[in-house]
């Protein structure tokens, strides 16, 4: 046989051995049903090692080293907030937020500031919130001995230009006049006053007179009262030598002494204002209402937080109780929500809420008041129960995906005074949650009686109309107070 003949019998057999190979049907394992699949246990999470110091002057630092990447950042949580400010002039603490980065230091004006860091593709900024304030600095490591310095300087030596003054106060005073633009803004807004009282300082909102009531000189007192060494706790992770980094944050923050007396610090008290009624924001140009309903709630460090977190599952999310009744099966929502909220030092909230269509707005808020009912009446299914503490402990590890995570974690539950394993007692007690806590914390926790309730949509086009709530209706007022006639 020649070769040529051969070759050409090897390529037929192994096309027909091919073409069967080919035709014949894939025998493959039929695929598990979900509940069938079994996965490893999720591994125990760890803290990772750090250090912690505190200056002579008070300051405490923490340095947690991460050599993965060329960066560092670090953060200085400073104890002050806009609750402390004074309640005719709302809006100073924000001012002073944004002026002690926007504003520049003694030794860099705003431009000269801003480029070096767009050089160095790093950033230092500043913000004062509601129960804190804060500076931050991110960076190449190569470029830390640059920008480090910076950040010193935002944070020591803020100039408060009067220039940049008078352009913070304008860009105040344009979020002032678009603060009606969006439906959700205005119901997050004024259901906190609604809870609260427009007064409280939880609640209340700048206005064009208590910004008229700002001037530089408050920001400047404003910054020297609170952001002092004894206020500030400051985090740094990253691609850093410890032994190194705390020799520059000493040489950089140990001269600091402020010799006047420390603010008082106390959290405000909370109360809730209206304890029954619906509030509405008419809004007759619109299709749809964004409701809100909910009572006052409680703080982190409940006994039951764990459990009510498990609550929060159940009635939540894809295949949550909410969802499963008022979106999919009644067709009432676009999205519907509920979960006890708490803060750190405050009363927070429980609150529900979600959109629909303005003829739905009624049945909407009596199927979520239903839903609440439920939870103080009967047990959840041991299904229901597993599949929320199973979605909490599994999310678990989303808590430390990365060391400066981590940090941010440890200096918060510090400077709310909350043990170092707080987060840890409550993976432990969401793992021994059962039915009968939930039921019981559902009825000490969930007030239907309390329940308080805003609509912003037509609320001539709602129907049936809202006083077939059987509750006093409450007309919200959301106009702007014009300078001069708050």
Not at 87 to 104: D, H, Y
Not at 239 to 250: C, L, T, W
């Amino acid at each position: 046989m020649s070769k040529k003949l051969f070759s050409w019998l090897s390529l037929v057999l192994l096309t027909v051995l091919l073409s069967f190979t080919l035709r014949t049907p894939a025998i493959a394992d039929t695929p598990k049903h979900y509940t069938e699949l079994e996965f490893p246990p999720i591994p125990e999470i760890q803290l990772p090692e750090y250090d912690r110091y505190e200056l002579d002057n008070g300051m405490v630092v923490y340095l947690l080293e991460d050599r993965d990447l060329p960066l560092i950042s670090g953060t200085a949580l400073i104890r002050t907030g806009s609750r402390f400010e004074p309640s005719n002039k709302v809006g100073l603490a924000a001012l002073t937020g944004s002026m002690m980065r926007g504003g520049g230091t003694k030794n860099h004006p705003a431009a000269e500031l801003n480029s070096i860091l767009e050089q160095k593709a790093a950033s230092v900024e500043t913000n004062i919130g509601n129960t804190s304030g804060s500076a931050s600095f991110s960076t190449l490591t190569e470029d830390f001995n640059t920008v480090f310095p910076l950040f010193v300087e935002v944070l020591r030596q803020p100039a408060f230009a009067p220039d940049k003054f008078a352009i913070a106060k304008k860009q105040q005073q344009g979020s002032i006049a678009r603060r009606n633009d969006d439906p959700g803004d205005i119901a997050s807004r004024e259901f906190d006053k609604i809870i609260y009282g427009d007064t409280s300082p939880y609640a209340r909102t700048i206005e064009y007179e208590t910004l008229d009531n700002i001037s530089r000189q408050d920001t400047i007192d404003f910054y020297r009262t609170y952001v002092r060494p004894e206020n500030i706790i400051l985090g740094i992770a990253g691609d850093f030598d410890s032994d190194r980094a705390i020799e520059q944050i000493q040489n950089a923050f140990a001269d600091w002494q402020v010799d006047t007396p420390p603010p008082a610090l106390s959290a405000p008290s909370t109360s809730q204002k209206h304890l029954q009624g619906v509030f509405v924001v008419d809004r007759p140009k619109l299709t749809q209402s964004n409701i809100l309903l909910g009572h006052i709630g409680g703080q982190l460090n409940s006994p039951d937080y764990a459990t009510m977190s498990v609550l929060n599952g159940v009635l939540n999310g894809f295949g949550g109780r909410l969802f499963n009744e008022v979106r999919s099966r009644q067709g009432l929502a676009y999205s519907v929500y509920g979960a006890w909220s708490p803060s750190y030092d405050f009363d927070g909230l429980f609150i529900a809420g979600g959109q629909t269509q303005t003829e739905k707005t009624v049945p909407f808020v009596k199927s979520v008041v239903s839903e609440i009912k439920k939870l103080r009446n009967q047990l959840v299914t041991e299904q229901e129960l597993d599949d929320a503490k199973e979605s909490i402990l599994n999310s678990f590890v989303f808590n430390f995906q990365s060391p400066s995570q981590t940090l941010s974690r440890l200096m918060r539950y510090e400077y709310f005074d909350y043990p170092e394993d707080f987060i840890f007692d409550y993976q432990d007690k969401v793992q021994n949650t059962t039915e009968e806590d939930i039921l019981n914390a559902a009825i000490k926790y969930l007030q239907p009686d309390k329940l308080v309730t805003l609509v912003v949509g037509n609320k001539q086009g709602m129907n049936p109309p809202l006083d077939s709530l059987n509750q006093e209706i409450n007309l919200v007022d959301v106009s702007i107070p014009p300078p001069g006639n708050s």
